[in-house]
T-cell receptor
């Protein structure tokens, strides 16, 4: 079966660092995506991991461990505009479809 | 400006009426997708198309229909057979056979059935 788990909500303070975790079980793995979605808007692409390790893009980094079925998104120097939902999605190797988690709603406070 | 457009942003319909949601892209992407988003649930795939004149059912295709007559366009019809049509509908597109095949999303249409 396919299953993706991520926390429902998280809070953090402006300027801080926050880590959003994602665990997954799929019959075949072919990459993991992170998207950011502000309320009422479309998801926007943040990062892609297919090999183990850390991918860094400015204030955002994403990590993958395929053996553990685990990823995290790390947001540094948090800003108020980072308040959004963060969606973890895994591409299934067998079907090529994206399977989405329910998303983690992050609230950044001053 | 390249991108994906969906119209309208908000749509209201009476129960029992069919409604068609528009999705257009000028990114020259091969594949297009329709997802539905409900509160507390992840995005769920309704239909997808990898080539003109061909499309496949996703995980929740019942009550929906699509067409792909042009590469740029992938309209979704929500029929009266769909039991709970009120939702946020997102269209996406991607290049096939690229290094990541990242899906890029349109702005979405919020459909409310009264």
């Amino acid at each position: 079966g396919q299953n993706i788990d991520q926390p429902t909500e998280m809070t953090a303070t402006e300027g801080a660092i926050v880590q959003i975790n994602c665990t997954y079980q799929t019959s075949g793995f072919n990459g993991l995506f992170w998207y950011q979605q502000h309320a009422g808007e479309a998801p926007t692409f943040l990062s892609y991991n297919v090999l183990d390790g850390l991918e860094e893009k400015g204030r955002f980094s994403s990590f993958l461990s395929r053996s553990k079925g685990y990823s995290y998104l790390l947001l540094k120097e948090l800003q108020m505009k980072d308040s959004a939902s963060y969606l973890c999605a895994v591409r299934d190797h067998n079907t090529d479809k994206l399977i989405f988690g329910t998303g983690t709603r992050l609230q950044v406070f001053p | 400006d390249g991108g994906i457009t969906q119209s309208p942003k908000y749509l209201f319909r009476k129960e029992g009426q069919n409604v068609t949601l528009s999705c257009e892209q000028n990114l020259n992407h091969d594949a297009m997708y329709w997802y539905r988003q409900d509160p507390g649930q992840g995005l769920r795939l309704i239909y997808y198309s990898q080539i003109v004149n061909d499309f496949q059912k996703g995980d929740i295709a019942e009550g929906y229909s699509v067409s792909r007559e042009k590469k740029e366009s992938f309209p979704l019809t929500v029929t009266s057979a769909q039991k709970n049509p009120t939702a946020f509908y997102l269209c996406a597109s991607s290049i096939l056979a690229g290094p990541t095949d990242t899906q890029y999303f349109g702005p979405g249409t919020r459909l409310t059935v009264l």
